[in-house]
């Protein structure tokens, strides 16, 4: 009777052995389990990264692909536009910092043209004390560390003092001796012009952040759109121009003026911006921005009319000066705003135009009263 005792207790010991691996076992892929969640769940949010980083460079590149290209503008060959446009002496000038500092050249030109409209405004003094041919506050300019000034960057500082190089090393600044003389003058074309360079590289644009540079520059939505619209304006390499529809559907495009008209009148209907240097690429079309000659362009080609692309200036060296009491229907009509002849419409009848106003966008104007009824000199000139 000893055995079956015997052969029973081990039995026993067996099966508690076998419940305690299992019990064993259990445990250990109970807990096992929550570092293998906590594993899987650190591997989706490295994903959701992921996804939201390259979401948000697919968004950065189909704005720049809307302006002109992907990195079109650091190879891209000037424009007719540009060439109308831009001094001719100051594109060297442009060409030099830009490679220096890995800026599209294209970029400082856009600046310089929408700071002081290529150093014709005088003086180079604006109302908040920004200075020079770029613009630049005085503490910008020579370091933040410098005592005094204003929250704004504006500071009465010795000229002696704000463009001296081991003075701006000193406090931190920006300025730069481009020409080598061994000052950094903002008054300077070229000190100026690397200045920008320097400022704009170390903004984001020596890295493809062109956007994130100009807002740097100037935080101003308008003034990022206005910039960015001719720096795509002033370098080749983009889709042709034509008709399109940034709200969906088509514009009239029937071909001579009558197909002008019928396409500009589609404009004041739809969602428009007034853009310097808008209008000439397909990305602006796109997005309704057009400047008042932009505008002009982009309506003649779209009905097959190829006037060469510039400005106002340009405009009046084409087509045919008609007199003012022979004003028709389609004929552009100039007016005196920045400068003479600076802004064109298309004469619409009835004492009306349509054109690309900055205040409105595209949209119908009178021609005989208010602002533009003032400024309406008579100038007139038929397209064919």
Not at 277 to 294: H, L, N
Not at 327 to 334: P, S
Request: aromatic share 12%; glycine share 14%; hydrophobic share 40%.
């Amino acid at each position: 009777m000893g055995e079956p005792q015997f052969q029973e207790k081990p039995k026993k010991q067996s099966v508690a052995a076998d419940v305690g691996k299992l019990a064993v076992k259990k445990i250990a892929l109970t807990y096992l389990k929550i570092p293998i969640l906590i594993a899987i769940g650190i591997i989706f949010f490295i994903f959701l990264i992921a996804g939201l980083i390259l979401s948000f460079s697919f968004h950065e590149k189909d704005f720049f692909d809307a302006e002109g290209g992907d990195g079109g503008w650091q190879v891209g060959n000037i424009t007719e536009f540009g060439a109308n446009e831009i001094p001719a002496e100051y594109i060297p000038v442009y060409k030099e910092a830009g490679a220096k500092y890995n800026v599209p050249w294209n970029l400082l030109a856009a600046h310089h043209r929408v700071e002081t409209r290529f150093s014709t405004i005088s003086p180079m003094i604006s109302p908040v004390g920004a200075i020079g041919h770029m613009q630049f506050m005085p503490l910008t300019w020579i370091g933040w560390s410098y005592p005094g000034g204003t929250n704004l960057g504006n500071a009465m500082i010795p000229n002696n003092i704000l463009t001296d190089p081991k003075k701006i090393k000193k406090y931190g600044g920006y300025g730069t001796d481009g020409d080598g003389d061994g000052r950094a003058d903002p008054m300077n074309l070229k000190d100026a012009m690397h200045t920008a360079a320097k400022y704009l590289a170390a903004s984001g644009a020596a890295d493809g952040r062109i956007k994130e540079a100009v807002f740097a520059y100037n935080h101003s939505t308008e003034y990022v759109n206005d910039v960015l619209g001719f720096a795509a304006a002033f370098v080749s390499g983009y889709k042709e121009v034509s008709v399109g529809g940034n709200t969906g559907g088509s514009i009239p495009a029937n071909g001579g003026m009558k197909g002008v008209m019928e396409s500009a009148d589609a404009w004041t209907k739809k969602k428009t911006k007034y853009v310097w240097g808008g209008g000439r690429t397909q990305g602006q079309i796109d997005k309704g921005w057009f400047d008042c000659s932009g505008f002009i362009y982009a309506m003649l080609k779209a009905n097959g009319i190829n006037w060469a692309v510039g400005n106002t200036d340009t405009l009046l060296t084409q087509g045919k000066r008609v007199p003012a009491k022979d004003i028709q229907v389609g004929d552009l009509i100039f007016f005196d705003s920045y400068k003479k002849n600076g802004h064109v419409g298309f004469y619409a009848g009835n004492g009306k135009f349509i054109g690309s106003q900055s205040s409105t966008g595209v949209a119908y104007a009178s021609m005989n009263s208010g602002y533009w009824g003032a400024r309406y000199k008579g100038v007139v000139i038929r397209v064919n």
